[in-house]
């Protein structure tokens, strides 16, 4: 079946592929080379609470508190497993031994039309690929399986490693704005990106993401 499914894929244009395929499930679990993006659960509370509680990861991020405390991850992990977060949220594990470095997630616009990407990493694992590596599965994975026409993503000005994860996935700059920051209690300005679904599909067509 699986040969099957495979002549029928290669058969078809790209754009018929790459549209969503009513089968898929709504959040399925997601693999890359060297990372498994699930569900969070209770095991993730310690980790998740550990790397958080990070004042250079919560002054880039809009919604996370600082400090982060242990109560704060199993409040997050509840909220993530009853779906109240986001369409999408996932913890961010290693594929070789099961770490967990992070989260991200997809959350739907009011237009029915958009997502937002959101993400963030461990210090610990910042600058070796894997932010890239689950932002851009994640976003096959959006455009896959929803009748989505965008992607949306943000960052603070000054994150300039975000903003490189940002562009590396084919989002183009639309314009700059302001966000409440929960740690900074207060405004703070970002830049606006957009990866529309047919740049997605020129850029998996071409192999130009990747």
């Not at 029928?8 to 959040?27: A, F, G, H, N, V």
């Not at 039309?113 to 096959?140: I, S």
Request: proline share 4%; with cysteine; charged share 25%.
């Amino acid at each position: 079946m699986q040969t099957e499914l495979l002549r029928e894929d290669q058969s078809r244009s790209p754009e018929q592929r790459l549209r969503p395929q009513r089968s898929r499930t709504d959040c399925p679990i997601l693999l890359s080379p060297r990372l498994v993006l699930r569900a969070p659960h209770e095991d993730d509370i310690d980790a998740l609470a550990h790397l958080a509680n990070n004042a250079n990861i919560a002054t880039m991020v809009s919604r996370m508190p600082h400090p982060y405390a242990t109560a704060d991850a199993a409040d997050f992990v509840r909220r993530a497993k009853a779906g109240t977060i986001g369409k999408c949220v996932y913890a961010i594990t290693k594929a070789d031994n099961g770490a967990f470095l992070g989260c991200c997630g997809i959350e739907p616009h009011a237009d029915g039309k958009t997502v937002e990407l959101g993400y963030w990493l461990g210090e610990p694992y910042w600058n070796q690929g894997y932010a890239t590596e689950a932002a851009q599965t994640l976003t096959d994975m959006a455009f896959r399986t929803r009748d989505i026409d965008q992607i949306d993503a943000r960052c603070r000005v000054m994150n300039m490693a975000s903003r490189r994860v940002i562009q590396k996935c084919g989002f183009q700059f639309q314009g700059s704005g302001m966000v409440g920051s929960l740690a900074l209690g207060g405004m703070v300005a970002v830049e606006w990106y957009r990866l529309d679904r047919k740049t997605w599909v020129s850029l998996r067509s071409w192999g130009g993401v990747r």
